[in-house]
């Protein structure tokens, strides 16, 4: 008999799990494709925050995500012992044109009053980094929230730690207690069948992972494109956002197009080998934003879902306000990411 069972050994099944076992709480993890077998078993890792400005509860919710993010994966490192590639190395960004400049300028302001003088926004010179984009006007912005991991590394690390608390990750099992959906494409098309009606989908992203090392310098953000170095010697770009996709798991000519973006964009990635090429589907909620909290008319059931590409930057702080829900009965899940605003109006 477990307090919780939770059905995906993705990042938000795996995170609720190390959560609720540190608070003393007894878990059984299941999925049949084992720890970070779908989209959580990725290679970019961009934990970067949304612009400081139009504050909203969404960014508010994130801002503090990305502050637990280092205690966090510290504490999963030493109780698994497995490195999970995180690291707070800051963000680049290119100006393109005085308009992106002022803007960046008006940004760096925001940041000083939203981001409570933790994190800086700031304008900074491009010749004074050693790794950076292209920049039409010599100006990059530099900001010093964002981090990186390896995703596949940190789901490993998260199990490992998991089983290391005496939680239960098995392919199968009996449910018992309290019952999370965590599971990704496959769970919002569940809900999407048990409503009727559309909650969220699957968009396909692909990535590739260069051999170019550059393990402190901060990840880059240019042309649409992430380009993040990690703590192995190896550099991850992406991804792709497809809504009409043949086959989610190949890789195709759009990849070829971002790798060849990516080296225009930096050229220190020029001559750098492809050492991997990955694709798989992201789940995306309806609402855009994490899902979370009970699941409706189901009692005793509770959905985590819709990380989509912020899911790894979320992780942290939607496992503790899931374990404040299933364990405490403490409800503090914004509205806007509450299951219901996921569903169609005509449904709530």
Not at 4 to 14: D, N, W
Not at 158 to 171: E, H, K, N, P
Not at 235 to 259: C, F, H, P, R, V
Request: net charge neutral.
């Amino acid at each position: 008999m477990c307090d919780v069972t939770i059905h995906g050994a993705g990042i938000f099944g795996l995170s609720i799990a190390f959560t609720c076992l540190r608070r003393g709480a007894t878990v059984r993890v299941i999925d049949p494709a084992g720890p970070g077998a779908g989209a959580s078993g990725g290679i970019v890792g961009a934990l970067a925050p949304h612009v400081p400005e139009n504050w909203n509860a969404k960014k508010a919710f994130q801002f503090e995500s990305l502050l637990m993010a280092e205690q966090f994966w510290k504490n999963v490192e030493a109780v698994s012992g497995h490195a999970s590639g995180y690291a707070r190395t800051g963000r680049l960004q290119p100006i393109e044109d005085e308009q992106a400049q002022r803007l960046a300028e008006q940004r760096a302001t925001s940041a000083r009053t939203l981001w409570r003088g933790v994190a800086t926004w700031r304008v900074v010179r491009a010749e004074d980094t050693a790794f950076a984009p292209r920049s039409a006007t010599g100006l990059l912005v530099h900001d010093t929230l964002s981090a990186r991991l390896h995703p596949a590394r940190a789901c490993f690390a998260l199990a490992a730690a998991v089983t290391a608390l005496g939680g239960q990750i098995a392919g199968e099992g009996a449910e018992t207690g309290a019952i999370v959906h965590a599971t990704g494409v496959a769970g919002l098309e569940d809900m999407s069948r048990a409503f009727a009606q559309p909650v969220g989908c699957g968009i396909k992203g692909q990535a590739a992972l260069l051999d170019f090392a550059a393990p402190a310098a901060p990840q880059l953000f240019a042309d649409a494109l992430h380009i993040v170095p990690h703590a192995n010697g190896t550099t991850a770009i992406g991804s792709t956002s497809e809504s009409d996709y043949q086959n989610a798991g190949e890789t195709d000519m759009q990849l070829d197009d971002l790798i060849a973006k990516a080296r225009c964009a930096v050229s220190d990635l020029a001559g750098a080998p492809v050492l991997a090429r990955w694709a798989g589907l992201r789940p995306r909620a309806r609402s855009r934003a994490p899902m979370l909290g009970p699941w409706p008319d189901r009692p005793g059931h509770f959905v985590a879902n819709g990380g989509f590409k912020i899911g790894f930057g979320m992780a942290p702080k939607c496992a503790d306000v899931m374990a404040d829900l299933i364990l405490d009965g403490q409800d503090n899940i914004p509205s806007g990411f509450r299951v219901e605003a996921s569903l169609p109006a005509v449904v709530r």
